[in-house]
C-alpha cells in the first residue's frame, strides 16, 4: 500500500533561518506528489504539486520542493523563515493508476508542525 | 467570496444523534470530498463524489453517508454518532479526480459527548 513518511512531526526554526521539511513516499511508479500548508483552525492550502517535467517545483510564499525518484523524496525548503510560516505542514501523494491507486485519492503524511522562533 | 464552506464550523452533540454537516463550493468543480482529521492531526479521505457518483468509498462505517443533491453541493449525514466520530470534517473539491489541486473548505469540528 501507498504510505507517505514525514519525518519529525515538530520542526523549529528561527526567523531567517532555512527551512526543511522531509516527506518520503513508497511508491514502484512515481506519483504525484503535493505540499499543503494547515494554519491554525483553517482548511489546507496547496503550497506546490510534482506531476511531470521540471523536478524542481515552487511554489508559493517562496517555497519549493525537489522530487527525487532515486531517493523517493520531495522535500519542501525555504531560504528564510518567517513568522507567519508557522503552520502545520502536509506531505500528499496521488499514487499513479499503475501503481494500485484510485483516482483522485490522496494519501498525506501525518504532518510536520513547523514553529518560528523571533 | 469562499470557494468551499461547510455549515456548521462546531457541532456538538449527544452520543446516538443523527447529525449533517453540508458543503458547498462555488467553483464549478466536477469533484469533491469528505476528509476526516483525528486529534493526531491525521487526515484520510472518506469519500469522493465525481459527477454525483460515488468514486471512492474507503473503510468508512456505513453510518456515514454522503448525499449530492447537485454538483455543487455534498453533504455528509452521520447515524448513531459515536465517541469515536470526535474530529474535524473538512470538504474539498477538484476539477476532476485527475492530478488536480483540492480546495479545502475551513473544517468542521464534530465533538461527541
Known amino acids: 500500500a501507498q504510505s507517505v513518511t514525514q519525518l519529525g512531526s515538530h520542526v523549529s526554526v528561527s526567523e531567517g533561518a532555512l527551512v526543511l521539511l522531509r516527506c518520503n513516499y513508497s511508491?514502484?511508479?512515481?506519483?504525484?506528489l503535493f505540499w499543503y500548508v494547515q494554519y491554525p483552525n483553517q482548511g489546507l492550502q496547496l503550497l506546490l504539486k510534482?506531476?511531470?517535467?521540471?523536478?524542481l517545483v515552487k511554489g508559493i510564499n517562496g517555497f519549493e520542493a525537489e522530487f527525487k525518484k532515486s531517493e523517493t523524496s520531495f522535500h519542501l525548503t525555504k531560504p528564510s523563515a518567517h513568522m507567519s510560516d508557522a503552520a502545520e505542514y502536509f506531505c500528499a501523494v496521488s499514487p499513479s493508476l499503475y501503481d494500485g491507486g484510485s483516482q483522485g485519492n490522496l494519501i498525506f503524511g501525518k504532518g510536520t508542525k513547523l514553529s518560528v522562533k523571533p | 467570496d469562499t470557494a468551499v464552506s461547510q455549515t456548521p464550523k462546531y457541532l456538538v452533540t449527544q452520543m446516538g444523534n443523527d447529525k449533517s454537516i453540508k458543503c458547498e463550493q462555488n467553483?464549478?468543480?466536477?469533484?469533491m470530498y469528505w476528509y476526516k482529521q483525528d486529534s493526531k492531526k491525521f487526515l484520510k479521505i472518506m469519500f469522493s463524489?465525481?459527477?454525483?457518483?460515488?468514486?471512492i468509498n474507503e473503510t468508512v462505517p456505513n453510518r456515514f453517508s454522503p448525499k449530492s443533491p447537485d454538483k455543487a453541493h455534498l453533504n455528509l449525514h452521520i447515524n448513531s454518532l459515536e465517541l469515536g466520530d470526535s474530529a474535524v470534517y473538512f470538504c474539498?473539491?477538484?476539477?476532476?479526480?485527475?492530478?488536480?489541486?483540492?480546495?479545502f473548505g475551513p473544517g468542521t469540528r464534530l465533538t461527541v459527548l
Open positions: 463524489y465525481n459527477n454525483k457518483e460515488l468514486i
Open positions: 510534482y506531476t511531470t517535467g521540471a523536478t
Open positions: 474539498a473539491s477538484s476539477q476532476d479526480l485527475f492530478v488536480d489541486t483540492q480546495y
Open positions: 467553483l464549478g468543480h466536477d469533484t
Open positions: 511508491s514502484s511508479v512515481p506519483p504525484y
